[in-house]
Each structure stands twice: as C-alpha cells, then as structure tokens.
C-alpha cells in the first residue's frame, strides 16, 4: 500500500514536470518505458534495510545464594550411669573366729569343694538362733546334697563333730559314724544328731562334717546355732 501512494506521487511529480518542460523536448515513445522508469526510482527509494526493533537485554536475574541455617547441633543423648559393681553387704569371719560375746565358741563355715567331692546344704533344723529353755532336748538334722561326680559310698564317708560347742548327747557318734547307705552324685542324705541346750542362757552352736575315712579333714561342713534363756 505503501509503494503503491510513492508511485502514484513519482507518477503526479513526472506529469507535472512534463508540462512544464519546453516544447523542444521530445515526447516519450513509449509509456511501459516511463513506468518501469518511474518503479525503479521508487524502488532505489526505498531504504536497504527495513529497521528492527531493538531489543534491549533485560538483565538475567543475579541467583541470591541462601545463606547457610546454622543446623542444630544434636542434643546429646543421657549419660546411662554404670551398674554399680556388686558388693557384699556383709563379710563372714573366716573359719576358727571367735565369736563375740561368746567365750570359747569358734566360728566353722560350711564351704564347697572342689571335685570330686563337693556338697551342697539343702536342709538345717533347727533354724540358726532357734530359742531353747535350758537343758531343753532336741534334734539337730541336716539334708547334704552330693553335689561332686564320686560316690559317698557307705563304708567309706563318716559323719562327725568337727568343733565348736558339745551340744551332742552321744560322744561316741561325735567321734564319727559311717553314714547309714550309699549317696550318689545328685542324690541326698539326711544326717542328724540328738541334743541337749546346756543350762546356762546365751548362744552356743556347733560344727559337724562329712570326711572320708582315710583323711582327717572335712570336704563338707555344716552348723547348728541356738540360744538359750
């Protein structure tokens, strides 16, 4: 549309000027000639490039680094305390104390031993420290259990007063006795003993034992403890 108004104006501008040239001027023999004349003005015209808009950068948007949170250290997990290590509440006296309080009267304590022979206590009557009147009788008895790999053969393991107070009524047992039949390992015997309290009050207890016939020490040791008022 726009080349179309540029050549009609160079088309008016031409016939103007052709009727103000002189008459000496020759005509134009042919109308395409002008025409194609006048369109190659028109088109030398026009500018060479048609002009672009300009673009204008827009500027890249600067990346903002976050700045670090301060991760939270962990909170420690509670210090668990150690178990406490294990101590006796008490110490026994060892064997041959003297009891306080009680003149003459030693201290025996039943131990284990090593195999083969080895016991173990499973029954004391009277109970330790049972009150009894003065010259009172009773019976002391002890459930021994076998507790090592040999044999307690009949003949061959004596029950005996091993020390202490001479609470037993029959001295010649006190001496030792065989054991009444044959224990085997894992099996039990009841030993026991009659007893008199002396007349005077107080605490008194015993020691008495198991040995094999050729030794003279125990491998297996029990008591009888009592009062009296």
């Known amino acids: 549309m726009k080349i179309r108004q540029i050549?009609?104006?160079?088309?008016?501008?031409?016939?103007?000027?052709?009727?103000?040239a002189p008459s000496a001027a020759q005509p134009i023999d042919n109308p395409q000639d002008m025409i194609a004349t006048i369109a190659a003005a028109t088109v030398a015209a026009l500018p060479t490039n048609t002009p672009q808009p300009s673009w204008t950068p827009s500027l890249t948007p600067t990346r903002v680094r976050n700045t670090?949170?301060?991760?939270?250290?962990?909170?420690?997990?509670?210090t668990i305390e150690g178990f406490p290590t294990a101590t006796s509440v008490y110490d026994l006296p060892g064997p041959g104390t003297l009891l306080p309080g009680t003149p003459g009267a030693v201290l025996f304590l039943w131990t284990s031993t090593p195999e083969p022979f080895k016991c173990d206590l499973n029954k004391t009557d009277p109970e330790p420290y049972t009150i009894f009147k003065p010259r009172q009788f009773f019976r002391a008895e002890w459930r021994v259990w076998n507790r090592g790999s040999t044999i307690w053969k009949e003949k061959s393991i004596i029950f005996y007063f091993v020390g202490g107070d001479k609470l037993h009524n029959d001295l010649e047992r006190g001496e030792g006795t065989f054991i009444g039949y044959t224990v085997y390992p894992e099996?039990?015997?009841?030993?026991?003993i009659g007893m008199t309290a002396p007349k005077e009050p107080g605490t008194y207890f015993a020691t008495w034992g198991l040995r094999r016939e050729n030794r003279t020490e125990p491998f297996c040791t029990f008591n009888v403890t009592i009062r009296v008022r």
């Open 7 to 20: 050549w009609l104006s160079w088309a008016g501008l031409l016939i103007l000027l052709a009727g103000c």
């Open 68 to 78: 670090p949170t301060d991760i939270p250290s962990n909170t420690p997990a509670p």
């Open 187 to 192: 099996d039990k015997i009841l030993v026991w």
